[in-house]
C-alpha cells in the first residue's frame, strides 16, 4: 500500500504570497494532522482534521488553515507568507483519531 | 509543554547500547517514538499508552514510567542504520495533537 503522499516537495514564494500544500492519507485512514518541522527542531503540531472536522489546533496564527476532503485528502494554507514560514511542512495521517500518525516526505516551503 | 529529551547528542560504536530520555511536566496518555535521517520524513519506531506495556520489537524497545511522566528507548547492539535523530511526541489525551521533543541526535560509527 502507498504511504502518505505530500505534494509539492519544494516550493519557493516570497513574503506576502499564499501557499497551498496537499496530502493524501494511507487508504483507510481518516485522520490528517499537519505540523511545521523548523530546521533543527522537533515537528510542531499545527492541525488535525477527523472526518472532515477539525479537532485540534495548534499555536498558529489566523494566515494558516485547512480542510479536509470527503476522500479525507487535505489541503493547509498559508497566507500573508513571513521569512519565518520557512520550513518543512509534514502531513500525518492515522486510522483513528489517536491511532499512530504515519508522516509524509513533507514539502520543504522556502520564503524569500 | 515540550518535553525534554536527554541526551540531546550520542555517539555510539556499532554493536553499543543507548538510552534515549523523555521527561514531561505534564500528565501524559501517550508516548510516540520516531526516527528521522537527515533531509528525510519522521519514521514511526513505537507508541506506548498509559497503563500499556513496555514495548520492542527487534533491538529497540521502550517503557513509560507514568509516575515519573517518563518515557526511556533502549536501543540494544546499534547498528549503523540507527544513525539519526529520535524525537518522542507525547499526547495528552486520546488525539492526534502530539508534542514533540527537541531530538536526540544518535550518531553510530563503525
Known amino acids: 500500500d502507498a504511504g502518505v503522499t505530500q505534494s509539492p516537495t519544494h516550493l519557493i514564494k516570497t513574503r506576502g504570497q499564499h501557499v497551498t500544500l496537499r496530502c493524501s492519507p494511507i487508504s483507510g485512514h481518516k485522520s490528517v494532522s499537519w505540523y511545521q518541522q523548523v530546521l533543527g527542531q522537533g515537528p510542531q503540531f499545527i492541525f488535525q482534521?477527523?472526518?472532515?472536522?477539525?479537532?485540534g489546533r495548534g499555536n498558529f496564527p489566523d494566515r494558516f488553515s485547512a480542510r479536509q476532503f470527503p476522500n479525507y485528502s487535505s489541503e493547509l494554507n498559508v497566507n500573508a507568507l513571513l521569512l519565518g514560514d520557512s520550513a518543512l511542512y509534514l502531513c500525518?495521517?492515522?486510522?483513528?483519531?489517536?491511532?499512530?500518525?504515519?508522516f509524509g516526505p513533507g514539502t520543504r516551503l522556502l520564503v524569500l | 509543554q515540550q518535553p525534554v529529551q536527554s541526551p540531546q547528542a550520542v555517539i555510539l560504536r556499532e554493536g553499543e547500547d543507548a538510552v534515549i530520555n523523555c521527561s514531561s511536566s505534564?500528565?501524559?496518555?501517550?508516548v510516540h517514538w520516531y526516527r528521522q535521517k537527515h533531509g528525510e520524513a519522521p519514521v514511526f519506531l513505537m507508541i506506548?499508552?498509559?497503563?500499556?506495556e513496555q514495548k520492542g520489537h527487534e533491538k529497540i524497545s521502550a517503557s513509560f514510567n507514568e509516575k515519573k511522566q517518563q518515557s526511556s528507548l533502549y536501543l540494544t547492539a546499534s547498528q549503523l542504520s540507527y544513525s539519526g535523530t529520535y524525537f518522542c511526541g507525547t499526547g495528552r489525551s486520546n488525539t492526534g495533537k502530539l508534542i514533540f521533543g527537541q531530538g536526540t541526535t544518535l550518531q553510530v560509527k563503525p
Open positions: 482534521y477527523y472526518e472532515k472536522e477539525e479537532r
Open positions: 505534564k500528565a501524559l496518555y501517550s
Open positions: 500525518a495521517s492515522s486510522f483513528s483519531i489517536g491511532g499512530t500518525q504515519y
Open positions: 506506548l499508552l498509559k497503563g500499556g
